[in-house]
């Protein structure tokens, strides 16, 4: 048999700040920095695509559709690395159609210490 339980109400402001930071992902050291996480932003008829909340530069997502996959920059859909190379065409139409929301979920989803920083389109 355990002993009482004891509950503190926590105000609002502090709660949200655990709520963000649970969010971000783990932290895996002592400066604070946290693992890789990826956030899934699509999925339809095995296609994924994910951008990861921890990330080096360029801003980029990346597909991943019949055991293949390949990362492409949000600024403009250069294909970075990987496969998928006769699907361009289909994502990087997806991509015109679609490029506001990923700029979207990317600053969505940047922990205070992401090296990268909000996505900005350069004028």
């Known amino acids: 048999m355990s002993g009482p339980e004891w509950k503190v109400d ?12 649970l969010r971000q992902g783990p932290i895996f050291n002592d400066q604070g920095r946290r693992y890789l996480t990826e956030i899934k932003v699509a999925q339809l008829d095995g296609i994924k695509i ?7 530069p360029p801003p980029h997502f990346r597909v991943k559709y019949a055991g293949e996959a390949a990362n492409y920059t949000i600024s403009d859909c250069t294909q970075l ?6 699907w361009y065409r289909n994502i990087k139409r997806w991509h015109q159609d679609n ?3 990923l700029i979207e979920r ?3 989803t940047r ?3 992401c090296p990268v920083g909000e996505y900005r389109e350069e004028t």
């Not at 690395?81 to 006769?86: A, C, H, Q, S, V």
């Open 10 to 21: 926590v105000p609002m402001k502090v709660a949200k700040k655990l709520a963000e930071s």
């Open 50 to 56: 994910e951008i990861f909340a921890n990330e080096h």
């Open 81 to 86: 690395d990987g496969d998928l190379k006769k």
């Open 99 to 101: 490029k506001d929301f």
């Open 106 to 108: 990317w600053n969505k």
């Open 111 to 113: 922990p205070s210490d």
